[in-house]
Every structure is written in structure tokens, then in C-alpha cells.
Antibody, heavy 119, light 110 residues
């Protein structure tokens, strides 16, 4: 059974760092790209970036380039999304999803991880 | 900046047919944009309905179909049911590994 299991909810203060994870199982992790999607409270989905875990080829939305870092550890079938200095505006649910062909064939989503940034 | 456009809202009667569209502010949408469609109910993760214009994801009933209509991608629900009441999002592939979501369409079934 394919699963993408994301790390749990986080509550952080502005300026703190954070790394959240997305662990794949039930399939060959390096056969699919992993993408990250933001959903701010009451808003729509936003494409952040993708990574191919096999060679760590990473692409970012211009809106998120330099704001976050996407990485992966194929040895443990896990992708990551990290911030070096959180802002209140980073408060959102973050989803990972897998897809073939540079994430044009997206077929499975993680359950989402709520990140709350508040002083 | 590329803007992907979707209707903000739609309503449909149970058993009816509804078609949502997904367009571009600066171009016509074709299959080379690999349009995909997702359904999201409140409090839940998105669910993939359609990818690569018209390929249904595993387990998606055939009353959901994708196509290109004119210069836009389209998602059609035939025989709408109460539990189709959700938000629907499209995403388009812009090339170089970059994709962009539309703003979403809220469907009411009444």
C-alpha cells in the first residue's frame, strides 16, 4: 500500500528554524518526484517546489525560491521542507504529493502538516 | 507572472452535469500543459481526480472526466452527487519543472 506520511503539527516562534518531513512507503521512492504544496488558512493550494529523490534535482516556484529548502534522503525514503527563519506568514498546512514525469502525473498525497508560527 | 484562472464558484443540482475550466491569462491551455485536477473537502488533503488532461487517477469514478475545451482545460462531473460538494483545483505545468495551481472552484450541490 502506497503511503506518504508527513510529520506532525508544529508550533514555532518567528525567527525559529523548522524542518518537516514526508516519508514514502509501498513504492520505489526514487521512481517519483515529491512536490510540496502550501495552503494558507482559508486559501487555495500553492505550488512550492519539487524534488527527484534519486539525484536531488530540485525545482522551486519563483515565489518560494530562497524562502524554503527542499531536500530528500533516499536511503530512508524521506523528503523534507525546511525554513531557516520562520515568519508568521508561513502559518499554513503543507502537503507533500508524489508524481511522475516532473510531477505532471500526481497521484498520491500526504495527509498534510500544520505549521503555526506565532509569538 | 503566469496566472491560472478558475471560476470562483459553481452550483449544480443533484444528478446534473457541471463543467469547470482552467485557463491561462497569457496563453491557450493545451495538453502540453499536462492539466491535472484535484478535489478537496474541508479539513482533508487534496485527492487527485485527473492528470495529463484526461487520465483518471486510480479509484476515481468515470463520472469525472477531463478534456481540453477551446483554449482551456476542463473537468466535467456527470451525475453530480451530494458528496461532490468540494473545492476543485487545477494545476498546469509551465515547463522547466515548474507548475502553477489555479485559485480553485467551490462547488455547491443543491
Amino acid at each position: 500500500e502506497v503511503q506518504l506520511v508527513q510529520s506532525g503539527a508544529e508550533v514555532k516562534k518567528p525567527g525559529e528554524s523548522l524542518k518537516i518531513s514526508c516519508k514514502g512507503s509501498g513504492y520505489i521512492f526514487t521512481s517519483y518526484w515529491i512536490g510540496w504544496v502550501r495552503q494558507m488558512p482559508g486559501k487555495g493550494l500553492e505550488w512550492m517546489g519539487i524534488i527527484q529523490p534519486g539525484d536531488s534535482d530540485t525545482r522551486y516556484s519563483p515565489s518560494f525560491q530562497g524562502q524554503v529548502t527542499i531536500s530528500a534522503d533516499k536511503s530512508i525514503s524521506t523528503a523534507y521542507l525546511q525554513w531557516s527563519s520562520l515568519k508568521a506568514s508561513d502559518t499554513a498546512i503543507y502537503y507533500c504529493a508524489r508524481g511522475r514525469n516532473t510531477w505532471t502525473e500526481i497521484d498520491f498525497w500526504g495527509q498534510g502538516a500544520l505549521v503555526t508560527v506565532s509569538s | 507572472q503566469t496566472v491560472v484562472t478558475q471560476e470562483p464558484s459553481f452550483s449544480v443540482s443533484p444528478g446534473g452535469t457541471v463543467t469547470f475550466t482552467c485557463g491561462l491569462s497569457s496563453d491557450s491551455v493545451s495538453a502540453s500543459y499536462y492539466p491535472s485536477w484535484f478535489q478537496q473537502t474541508p479539513g482533508q488533503a487534496p485527492r487527485t481526480l485527473i492528470y495529463s488532461t484526461n487520465t483518471r487517477s486510480s479509484g476515481v469514478p468515470d463520472r469525472f472526466s477531463g478534456s481540453i475545451l477551446g483554449n482551456k482545460a476542463a473537468l466535467t462531473i456527470t451525475g453530480a452527487q451530494a458528496d461532490d460538494e468540494s473545492d476543485y483545483y487545477c494545476v498546469l505545468y509551465m515547463g522547466s519543472g515548474i507548475s502553477v495551481f489555479g485559485g480553485g472552484t467551490k462547488l455547491t450541490v443543491l
